[in-house]
């Protein structure tokens, strides 16, 4: 058994998971600004309210992998990356403690509600910007100068288009756990998110390949052309049916709600699957390196004695986190208008 690829793999998925999961979580804090009354706030933070800390287990999750599998990468990670992580950090805490208080204040819930705004949005930011400073590559001696060096016109462009990527999730979220105005609104936001995430993409990729000889020759170059054309055809495949969707449920907003909610769950999974075939062209264009630049998963890897250590550990939690995430998207399948009453 390769353990240093499972455990890259492993990585991998656990990055996806939080991503998919805390992706549409902080897009609805991202989305807060479109939409005015406490009501329609009250709603959005209420889709979230059986899930929210449960996202999150992803994340810690996949810093133990890190932690564990790929200490030199960690430790690399930490050190040339440590502002934008501490602002993530500080983001995701604002949100957090204003999640609690929000339901429990009352002349103060519009700071509360946006402090849940800003620490989703400065979040959503940062690991965007993270990961547009790991595909260009962070400098070797990136440690001993400011932090400012992350800012490029790249890593920017990543952090915005992050940030345009979840709330693109959320409002596929929120079409399909939603009736009326918000679901409307919702679906008319996602449309126009779709141009903005699929231009982003568009932009991300081909810099990305432009940047790198081996990257343009493992896409364009020989078979590997052929062998890759599916992932980009996907996705425009993909944008294509969640535009195509959110318009229709927008149109349906006055019909009569069985013939609306025959395809309102259909613009999320769409929107997931965006994410997914991106995160696949993402793998593609780096593997095997870990950090682009410097270090690859085996360079990184722990020593055989640590890896197996980890291994009954991931063995049992790897499905508690998978089937406690399940069941608490199963208890609350419906709409937020179905079980509201329950806070």
Sequence with gaps: MDLALFYFLLLGFAILMYVLLDGFDLGIGILYPWFNSDEEHDHLMRSVAHVWDGNET???????????????????????????????????????????????????KKWWSRAFSLGSTLAAFCQGLMLGALVQGVPA?????SSLVLLTPFTLLTGLAVVAGYALLACAYLVM?????????????????????????????????????????????????LALLPLPLLALMAARLLYRDLGRVRKSHHQARDVAEKHEDRPFWLAVSLFVLAFMGLLVSLFPALLPGQLSYIQAVAPDASLWFML?????????????????????????????QGY
């Design 177 to 225: 756990k939603s009736r009326g105005a918000i679901q409307h609104k919702a679906a008319q936001r996602g449309r126009a998110l779709v141009w903005v995430v699929m231009l982003a993409m568009a932009i991300v990729s081909l810099w990305t390949a432009l940047s790198s000889d081996q990257i343009w020759a493992r896409w364009f170059g020989g078979w590997h052309a």
């Design 141 to 145: 001696d990136s440690i001993s100068q």
């Design 58 to 108: 992803w994340l810690v999750f996949g810093g133990v992998i890190l932690f564990g599998a790929f200490p030199a990468a960690y430790a690399l990670l930490l050190s040339t990356l440590y502002l934008p992580i501490m602002l993530m950090l500080i983001g995701l805490i604002f949100r957090g403690v204003a999640f609690e208080y929000r339901f429990k204040s009352t002349t103060s």
């Design 312 to 340: 009954p550990g991931v063995l049992i939690f790897v499905p508690l986190i998978l089937s406690y995430t399940i069941w608490g998207y199963r208890i609350f399948a419906g709409k937020v208008e179905d079980y509201e």
